[in-house]
């Protein structure tokens, strides 16, 4: 869990890697199921042009992820849980099945994640209004989602304002544990 630009997605994919372990992104799985040309895809489609993906959808799509593809095996989850429902869920799963797991927090200053994010950006436009509004998301929701996390004693709080390398070095250290 982070900030927009922390690095979750670098991260997540070369632990991935690694550990062979599949990745679970809710956005990942909406942008798959709005692909699709069915009724469901049509309504997804629908519900995520407007950029809100309800609760009960990100809810439903984790816990899918866990009971009926990987019950038994690793997870790797990014940028899941970022509302304080779907942490609590997360974890009243994870609990009623015995599954331990932990959430790594990539913490980022904000002004390294906003010019990590100028850069990425292709359409300049409204790239300053995107950033905005997706840190100020991360400060409406995530941040309590993180302290819920915290309340479990889940939390890992890693320096990802260093090189991608050492942030990996970190994160591989604290999965260790």
């Known amino acids: 869990m982070g900030k927009t630009g922390c690095g979750k997605g670098t991260q997540a994919h070369r632990l991935a890697t690694e ?81 331990p797991y932990i959430v790594l927090h990539l913490d980022t200053p904000d002004e390294v994640v906003i010019e990590r994010m100028r850069k990425r950006q292709r359409d300049q436009s409204d790239a300053e209004e995107n950033i905005k509004k997706r840190l100020q998301a991360f400060y409406d929701e995530t941040i309590h989602s993180l302290e ?23 994160v591989l250290k604290a999965i260790s544990k």
């Open 19 to 99: 550990l062979g372990f599949p990745i679970f992104s809710t956005g990942d799985k909406v942008r798959e199921l709005s692909a699709e040309d069915s009724s469901l895809g049509r309504h997804i489609r629908d519900i995520h042009i407007s950029g809100w993906v309800p609760e009960w959808l990100a809810s439903y799509l984790f816990a899918n992820a866990i009971l009926a593809e990987h019950i038994d095996n690793g997870l790797i989850f990014e940028s899941v849980a970022r509302k304080p429902e779907e942490a609590k869920k997360l974890h009243e799963m994870h609990t009623m099945l015995s599954r």
């Open 148 to 170: 819920f996390f915290e309340s479990q004693d889940k939390v890992i709080t890693i320096n990802a304002d260093q090189s991608e390398d050492v942030v990996y070095q970190e």
